[in-house]
């Protein structure tokens, strides 16, 4: 079973989807450069899992619903 991610990393990359739903992909490594670049994040961890909960919504289809 996966780890249940704080209400801060949801609101920030729902937030994030929701302005910019064209740009993020399906790479962790990607998204990651993305995330640095919309949002002022100067922690890497948290900059990492808003980039992997993005990751994972965008190959669920959070997109398409």
Do not use: C, Q
């Not at 801060?8 to 992909?25: M, Q, R, S």
């Not at 990607?30 to 949002?39: F, G, I, P």
């Amino acid at each position: 079973m996966g780890t249940v991610k704080p209400a801060y990393i949801k609101v920030i990359a729902l937030e994030l989807l929701k302005k910019y739903p064209d740009v993020f992909t399906e790479s962790f490594d990607e998204n990651k450069r993305l995330v640095a670049e919309y949002a002022k994040i100067n922690s890497k961890a948290v900059r990492n899992r808003v980039a992997g909960y993005i990751t994972r919504k965008v190959r669920r289809g959070y997109l398409n619903v």
